[in-house]
C-alpha cells in the first residue's frame, strides 16, 4: 500500500542511539493516535531490531544503522531497519526462539519479540552485505470521545 508519510534517518551502532531510534519511531507513529500498549509495542520491536544492528551486525566495530517508517491508508506502520553488517548465515535458524551466536550472553529471543509485539516480520539478509528487517503494526487509534 502506498505511503501516506514517512521518514528515513540513519545513525551510528551505538547503544545510546537505541533508545533514540524508540523515541523516534513512536513519535512518528503518534500521528495514528495509537494506545499506549501499541507504542509500547512498537518500541519494544524497534528497540530489539535496532539491538540486533548493534550487537550482530557490527560485533567489534561501529557502523550505519539504517532506520524508515511509513504510515500507509490503512491505518498500518511499516519499519524498516537495517544495516550493511555481518549478514545472517541461515535466517530460519536465527528466527528459532534461543537461537543465538553469541553464546550464553545473549538470551536468542529478538526475531521472537519482534514478531509478538508486530503484525508481520519480514527478515531479509544476505552474508557479509547486511540485514533488513520489516515490521508491521496495524494501529486501531483510540475512540473518539
Excluded: W
Excluded at 511509513?70 to 530460519?92: P, Q, W, Y
Aim: net charge neutral; aromatic share 6%; proline share 2%.
Amino acid at each position: 500500500m502506498k505511503a501516506e508519510n514517512e521518514f528515513r534517518l540513519s545513525f551510528d551502532s551505538k547503544s545510546v542511539n537505541e533508545g533514540f531510534s524508540r523515541a523516534v519511531v513512536a513519535a512518528f507513529a503518534a500521528q495514528l493516535d495509537p494506545t499506549i500498549e501499541e507504542i509500547t509495542d512498537i518500541k519494544t520491536a524497534v528497540s530489539e531490531a535496532v539491538t540486533n544492528c548493534i550487537v550482530h551486525a557490527y560485533r567489534d566495530t561501529v557502523g550505519r544503522i539504517y532506520i524508515s517508517a511509513a504510515l500507509t491508508g490503512d491505518n498500518t506502520l511499516r519499519i524498516n531497519v537495517r544495516d550493511r553488517g555481518c549478514g545472517i548465515e541461515d535466517v530460519k535458524k536465527a528466527m528459532e526462539p534461543l537461537y543465538t551466536t553469541l553464546g550464553s550472553e545473549r538470551a536468542g529471543l529478538g526475531f521472537a519479540v519482534m514478531e509478538s509485539f508486530t503484525d508481520k516480520l519480514r527478515v531479509r539478509s544476505v552474508p557479509g552485505k547486511g540485514t533488513s528487517v520489516t515490521l508491521y503494526k496495524k494501529i486501531s487509534g483510540r475512540e473518539q470521545g
